[in-house]
């Protein structure tokens, strides 16, 4: 791709600086210029009114496919020591409403080596069928193998969607994946729908640094393939179905991989599970220091809660980064989310909107956060915290009696 100035039809208007976010344009003697920051992406074609910045376009050179042969929608689950992985069933949740949409099945894909006895499992959370690829080596998780099989399944079986964890192997398998099938990927979306006439999925996920909401569809090709961050969907709640179960017998020995895992390290400290927590207490820049951060930790404890934290509170230090809810931290979706000196801004909300019950603390009554929590209370949290633990311990007391 390229741009180019007409100078003859520009008038140096300035309309095109003004709709450059990236500072790729500026006026020289009356006349737009494109800076080294340009990085093309077309903003300032859409804001010129006399049609003088050309943005130039290789031919599309994908080779189109008949998106009428792609019916159904598939989940790819992941495991670890043999449990899969929360987000599938996250996933089979929305995947099931897509699918209704649709009027198509929901298929269950585990490339694993010993769930013959968990897969019946899967027939409470909506699943039309299962495809379980079975191999002794895909006891674990290699990257190659996983390409391999997936990539010729879903030649073979032409799915029209395809959803992922974006975790790091769903991370890491999903675009090579895509790739090989000159298919289009939106990665870590927090939310998805279906535009019923075309069949396109809309895939949302925050861009520009969070700032923006971008819904992306991919109409041209198939499959249309999204990972999505463990906690966005809810698991859905059980309701037994029949369901269909297609094993699929590999042989695969380790010469037919070009890893070899010679030894899985579990991390030794242990880290917070924000995403399966029922109850978050929060802290961020409002909590002080770091020695303050002990009144949240309190809390949390009062509440039999985990302790979670806004970036600033990271980076201060105050907390370790295990326990970042939001954009580039984790995503949450807890029955009750408390945050503490945390202003709100859409990097953290989008890693906490889908908590049930969204209580904030902040001693600005115009804070953001509010604007998202069902209950707020305005004061210095260092004066509110002590009460309501206080508060919630007399309860427990007078329960108990
Ligand atoms: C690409 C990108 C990704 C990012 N990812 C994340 C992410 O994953 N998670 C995240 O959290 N942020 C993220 N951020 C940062 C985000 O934009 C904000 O800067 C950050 O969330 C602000 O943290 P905060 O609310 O703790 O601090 P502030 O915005 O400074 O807010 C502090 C709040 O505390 C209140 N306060 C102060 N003292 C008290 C008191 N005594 N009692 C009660 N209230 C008090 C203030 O009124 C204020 O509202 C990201 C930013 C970028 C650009």
Redesign the pocket.
Known sequence: MSIRIDDELCTGCGSCVASCPYGGIEIIDDKAHITEDCNLCGACVEACTVEAIILEREEFKVKRVDISKYKGIWVIAEHYKDKIHDVAYQLLGKGRELADILKVNLTLVILGANFDNLLDEFSYYGVDEIIYVKSKILKDYYSDLYVKVLTELISKNKPEIILIGATPTGRDFAPRVAKRLNAGLTADCTGLDIDAETRNLLQTRPTF???IMATIRTPRSRPQMATVRPGIFKTPEKVKKEIKIRKIDYDFKEKDTVSKIVKIITKEKVTVNLEEAEIIVS??????SKENFKIIEELATTLNAEVG??????ELNWIDNDH???????TVSPRLYI??????????I??MQNSDIIVA????EN???FKTAHYGIV??????IPSLIKEIKKVRAEETI
Do not use: F, M, W, Y
């Open positions: 640094g969070g700032n802290g961020g820049r409002g909590v002080g934290g806004s970036r600033v509170a990271v970042q809810v939001g954009q580039t931290g984790k945050a503490c000196g945390i202003s709100g801004a859409i990097q953290h989008v890693g603390i902040n001693k600005d804070a953001p956060i004061g210095d949290l260092h004066k509110v």
